[in-house]
């Protein structure tokens, strides 16, 4: 089966006939590298020179497909234009043909033909000035390493700079894409953040409409009814004001404004009275030094969540929200009863609330458990136990 070599190089075939035309050029004005009756010249006349000119212009076709192929038949053509009245043009082509041979070709290869290219200007110098003992004998080897160490060595670091070019061209890409992934996560974590955000705001608020417009609809009170509307005007006010807060943080991006503040524990008093005007038996005990900012905004946000599933979910009963400062950790503890009969209405769930509450809490490396306490019951049922750990170091205490 026939080896089909591949097409040569455009800029490969301009340099095979420029080489080709200009030592056709150089023959034919007579034009050589030695005169005629020089001692090593074994054929004499301008047209022997016509077959290593043609041979190297072949392998210069090569010079970038098939670079060691170039070298090994360009060598022969090299060593029988020495013995001819030699050409310019061929002597021009071999040295391009042993700078593509390192370049292109393989790199143990390269290594190869600087190794023996040097010894051959090495020995070049050493052996005629040892046989015929006159400085001029070192010439040779001058010329030897101009026509085959120099080129080589020039590839050698043409193709180091290459290598080092690519190498950084790769590591660009690289960092390009891990700054495309970093920014990837980024934004994911900041979708997720304003999930539980927007979910941990207005989820309160909506579920307390929800439950007393269902009463205010199945209860033919007025007086009942209008304490339900009143209700649900406040809570939906106040999930007003809070949406337009996160909306506000959204558009905000210049930094003019000044930020809105964060949710404290402060205003745990405040949240558990809008539970209690909802409906929720709440007790608050709360006993804890300052905490970080991040520490407090979850602490706050759970207790609000777990509310807000007691007043969904939770059966008729008291609901205990505890919050202790100790040995380095906030821990927050809200109870309330489940699996009793329950009076009212009751309002849909995701339980996209405790995915929130348990991925603020692994954010500060924390730990989180929401779910009945199996050696506690209440008089109406079971006990249902929302409970986080919230590391606290003093590096982080503001």
Sequence with gaps: MAVRLPRPHRFDVHIALGGLLGGLLLAGIGLATRPAKDPITLFDGPWPILVPLTVMAGCELLRRTAPRTALLIGTPAICVDVVTQGSLATILMFTDIVYAAVLYGPLASARRIQWI?????VAGTLVPFAVWRVPEALLIGVVVGIVAYGPAATGWIVRNHRDAAEAARLRAEQTALLAEMDRTQAVTSERARMARELHDMVANH???????????LSLDDPKT?????????????QGLAEMRRLIGILRDSSGDNEPVAAPTLDGLDALVEGAR??????????????????VELAAYRIV???LTNALKHASPGRVRV????????LTVAVTSPFGGDRDGPRAPGSGAGLVGMRE????????????????????DGKI?????TLPVTEGDRE
């Design 117 to 121: 290219t040097g010894l051959l200007t």
């Design 206 to 216: 909506l579920s307390a409409i929800a439950i007393h417009s269902t009463a205010a």
């Design 225 to 237: 009814s209008q304490e339900a509307l009143s209700v649900i005007r406040e809570n939906s006010v």
């Design 277 to 294: 005007t909802n409906g929720l038996d709440v007790t608050l005990d709360a006993s804890c030094a300052a905490v970080p900012a991040p």
């Design 304 to 306: 609000q969540e777990s």
């Design 322 to 329: 505890a919050l202790a400062h100790r040995d380095g950790c």
């Design 360 to 379: 603020r809490v692994e954010l500060l490396g924390g730990t989180f458990e929401a779910g009945p306490d199996e050696d506690r019951d209440s008089i």
């Design 384 to 388: 249902w136990v929302v409970r986080a």
